[in-house]
């Protein structure tokens, strides 16, 4: 096994010292407050209460050559004239177990450069494809096993639509049609096929990868599905926060599904459109969402039940009350944040 430790059944997360890798600095608990403001358009604002939102910080599972691999910044491929010269690297992965896991709640790894920020955001004016409409891009390279590709993209575009839906935002979602190019930050940074460190879109859904690649990149082959955080650095080296907003700015986000999970969208394994609604969830900013509750038969409870709660139960397609305030507040005024 990869490691013996069972976590208890709560929200956990890594900060790592970018700077000083060699040394895993383990802090004791961290509470992070997220004011979730939601501005609803459709009937009447209201703000949602500010609600506490609890971070054990647990060791890196991973890897000392993973976690410098992820850490390293890397000057991007020339795809287009925006992406010339642009320095970017890993802030941040945000992942959910697979059911059944001693391994229950989930992990966020954080590679803190040393500013201590623990949100990333989209700027508007700096996206890569120069448009400030929130533009995805789904991998055609890296099929499923246990459901068609077909189905896979169905669902995947429908959780998108389902986001784009949320009526006190206006993403101008956009999707980039799939022509077999290659991609994939992550895949590239761990030699997988197909890689590429050229820019795709927004939000990159990168398809499907076996087992190992969770095991090597992140320490747990029981992973249904990551988000990847990419941020822009600046010319010292640093995390850039060109809007001065007090949040590191994110170049791209990418999304990686475990093949190793039955997947479908008929009820009769892990539920695909629910996993990428959370995933695509985090490719637009939002976090982990909910207290988790264990029971003594090992299932996972959250409260309350939303999209971003930090684990899987069940079929999840509708964005609930939490997940639309932490949406609009990050997206209510978009592009005028
Ligand atoms: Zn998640």
């Known amino acids: ?7 208890p059944a709560r929200l956990h997360s890594v900060i790592l010292n970018f700077l000083q890798m060699k040394a895993f600095l383990k802090f004791s608990l961290l509470t992070v407050l997220f004011a979730m403001a939601c501005h609803d358009d459709a009937h009447h604002d209201h703000d949602l209460q500010a609600e506490i939102h609890h971070e054990e910080v647990i060791e890196f599972q991973g890897s000392p050559q993973a976690l410098q691999k992820l850490t390293t910044p890397v000057s991007l491929s020339v795809n287009n004239s925006r992406s010339a010269g642009q320095n970017v690297a890993v802030y941040m992965a945000e992942y959910i177990y697979g059911p059944g896991s001693s391994e229950a709640g989930s992990t966020v790894f954080f590679s803190d450069r040393g500013n201590k920020q623990l949100t990333a955001d989209f700027v508007p004016g700096q996206s890569l494809d120069g448009s400030d409409a929130i533009s995805y891009y789904v991998d055609d390279t890296r099929p499923p096993s ?3 590709a077909g189905d896979s993209e169905a669902a995947i575009d429908a959780s998108m639509d389902t986001w784009e839906g949320v009526a006190c935002s206006d993403l101008g979602m956009t999707k980039i049609p799939s022509d077999g190019r290659a991609n994939g930050f992550i895949a590239a940074l761990f030699g997988f096929p197909n890689g590429s460190f050229g820019y795709n879109g927004d939000v990159t859904h990168n398809g499907y990868l076996p087992g190992p690649f969770f095991s090597i990149v992140l320490g747990s082959s029981n992973i249904l599905a990551v988000t990847f955080t ?8 640093d995390p850039a926060d060109e809007d001065g907003d007090g949040k590191t700015d994110v170049a791209f986000r990418e999304i ?3 093949d190793a999970y039955a997947w479908s969208n008929d009820g009769s394994g892990i539920d695909l459109e629910t996993v990428s609604l959370h995933e695509a969830g985090h ?3 939002q976090a982990h969402f909910g207290k988790v509750h264990a029971t ?3 299932k996972v409870h959250f409260s309350p039940r939303a999209v ?7 079929i999840n397609r ?4 939490t997940d639309k305030g932490g949406h609009c507040s990050n997206w209510g005024n978009w592009p005028n944040n």
């Open 308 to 314: 971003m709660n930090a684990g899987y139960s069940g």
């Open 146 to 148: 246990s459901i068609s």
């Open 318 to 321: 509708v964005i609930k009350g």
């Open 256 to 258: 990686y599904y475990n």
């Open 296 to 298: 003594d038969n090992g």
């Open 230 to 237: 990419i941020i822009f650095i600046d010319e010292n080296g």
């Open 1 to 7: 096994m990869y490691h013996t430790a069972t976590l």
């Open 283 to 285: 490719g637009l900013s």
